[in-house]
């Protein structure tokens, strides 16, 4: 029965939302803000235009590269200063004070080394996307129960096993975390990259929609947007909370 | 200082060094980076003569007053959030899937509705930090022991003052871990803002330093910023390790 | 105590063993265990008793290969055993070592599965070594699920179904209460018998050792050293109702009067009565 309660309260959450933006959109007017029906409709009609579609295969592209840099090197940085106690400890410091920065102060020098194209916001995306990874992936490793690898060399296990079968199984759900929120942050570091001195992607469509007062379309980018990443989100949660369960 | 801490000033250090190195060689082009010790030396006449003066007290008032209201808001909301649990409930999944959205795409939004002015950054800095102080708070009232609300119902403290006196020290540790985060979601949120499209500004100020192939200016710039948020995330750190020890002491 | 002589083959020898931790950040170097001469029995089941800190867990890793001595030998089986864990040796640590991202099925079955074993010698090993634990109705169940003993237990049953000939238990019933680690006491006495393995079994507590062991091994204060060595005497066929016996009062009284002034180092006092020249 809560479980119906609950679905019903978000219900009326969504509705109270729809209800605030009829409402900002009487004040501000049409051209600033369209009300949330016909912007539905709009993205129902047109969001398979060609335009659409080639920009969010721009980001698409973009993420995805962003992404795999931010895993691999993430990764990396991870193990290392997870398993190894000074690295880690003369590192962390500086991994965290780096999370916390506005690093779009650097997204010029990126652009002056990599140029307007692909690459400065694969670049950007990346350097969003390492730290969490890093810095949840040390956490993950230092987490380990020294036992554990006891118990690996009293099997008589090799190193390779050890870390297929022990390392990596006992680090997994701290690991899975890293690259759940390594996600989020990637995409937002792809698309404010997109938002600055680009002409392709979802986020350079949403700068010119504004720029043209193309409300309707504007709102749709944003909207599908949103509804990626709460999606993508909500699925590396579910499979974070079945590996969680476990451990 | 620890062995440790040298250790991360050397390197620290080491790096800078070859930055400085890699560039006086030429082996890195000046067009691309300029040496670190030219980024101070412009940084520093341009601090002296006053030129950026305007635009440090626009931006660091801006990110003071994101700071201000999400705070104080947030806070707030928290406080009335817990208080209704079904509500509380409802917002559950808000909360989160809250920060693996991209907020920020929400800025070209709120220019077409408000303009190019100061309500545009000011909403989506706000929107960005305050989220995480209601979070902060709301986990901070859980922690307060149930006992002292009890206390304070048998003192005949109104809702204000039990707040006041009695859940806002108790969840104090667990506040200025919010607080931290909120102070380094509205500086983010704010330069973003500025540097994508803003009147005025630092983040203005780099954007156009860019556009105009003036690398020194720039760089002088956005070292000033990386300087500050340092800075002032570390000193926030450094606070709230203080409170870690109230944090994890508290009862289970 | 102990009936006629018997010629004992050799399982395991420490010979001059010391252990020494080197110094670190700023620290002397710790003098931890040592030095250690013992010969194990084979098929025998040695308890070894001491204060806290004295080097019991460290003269077990020694034996194991987990640990280098610093100085000495030990010998398993006639080959030397040097920073590798050997063949045929188990260990079942004091802390909770079970996967928790395995079943109570699979990890019992995690040692063999690499070792390219048949999958049905497996199967039969692992079913077996979880009835003979009492966890047969757990096989799908993960540790998580199960308490602190029963954790224990799935550590014990994985080490099992590797067949080893040294089993060495390192405090494993430490966490349990009075009454279960008499039963726990049991099920080890079992364990001894039905696989025929040299058992060696570290603990603090006195009843313990006399309780379960052929012989008793008192470990100094640190560094460890054996300051004696007490033949039990116990028919093989023993259970947990011995401590009704006068002769375990007798053994518990002897390994206390040694043990007790090694205690009070362990604490930080000095032994009044000993220095009075009692």
Known sequence: ?247 | MTRVGLIRLAVIAAAIGALELACRLGLINHRTIIPPSEMASTLWTLLASGAINADIQRTLGMIALVIALSVVLGFVAGLVIHALPRVREALDPFFATYYAVPIFIFYPVLIAIFGLSIMPIVLIGVATAIVAMIIATLNGLDRVPRVLTKVARVHRLGRIKTAVTLQLPAAAPYLFTGVKLAVSYAFIAVVAAEFILSPAGLGRDIADAYADFNNRRMYALILFLLIIATLLNSALHALDLRWAARRTGGRP | MSGPSVQHEVHARLEGVTRVYPSAAGQPPVNALGPIDLDLRKGEFFAIVGPSGCGKSTFLEVLAGLQEPTAGTVVFEGKAVRGQVADGIGVVFQEDASFPWLTVWDNAAFGLRRKGVAASEIRRRVEDALTFMGLKDFARAYPAQLSGGMRQRVCIARTLVLQPRLILLDEPFGALDAQTRLLMGDEVLRLWRRTGATVLLITHALDEAAMLADRVGAMSARPGRFIDIIDTGWPRERDSTIVGEAAFGEITGRLWERLRGESMKALGHVDMTAAAGE
Not at chain 1, 4 to 26: E, G, K, N, S
Not at chain 1, 129 to 155: D, F, H, N, S
Not at chain 1, 163 to 179: D, K, M, Q, R
């Open chain 1, 1 to 247: 029965m809560t479980a119906t309660r609950r679905a019903a309260d978000t219900f009326i959450l969504v509705l109270v939302m729809l209800a605030v933006w009829q409402a900002l959109h009487q004040i501000a007017g049409e051209t600033a803000l369209p009300a949330p029906i016909p912007t539905l409709s709009y993205l129902v009609h047109n969001v398979a235009t060609r335009r659409f579609a080639e920009n969010a295969a721009t980001t698409v592209e973009e993420f995805v590269y962003a992404l795999v840099l931010a895993y691999a090197i993430g990764l990396a940085i991870g193990v290392w200063m997870g398993a190894h106690r000074l690295a880690g400890a003369v590192g962390e410091p500086i991994l965290v004070a780096l999370y916390s920065l506005p690093k779009i102060v650097l997204y010029p020098v990126v652009l002056l080394i990599f140029g307007l194209g692909i690459s400065g916001k694969v670049t950007f995306g990346a350097m969003h996307g390492i730290l969490p990874v890093a810095l949840l992936t040390m956490g993950a490793i230092r987490a380990i129960p020294p036992v554990y690898l006891r118990a690996a060399r009293t099997l008589r296990l090799s190193p390779g096993e050890t870390i297929a079968n022990v390392l990596l199984p006992a680090a997994l759900p701290e690991v899975f975390t890293g690259l759940r929120i390594g996600f989020s942050v990637t995409l937002l570091g792809v698309l404010l990259g997109e938002m600055f001195a680009s002409k392709q992607g979802l986020g350079s469509m949403i700068m010119t929609d504004m720029q043209l007062l193309q409300g309707e379309e504007m709102m749709t980018v944003t909207i599908v947007l949103f509804a990626f990443a709460a999606i993508a989100n909500a699925v590396l949660l579910w499979i974070e909370h079945r590996l969680h369960r476990r451990v």
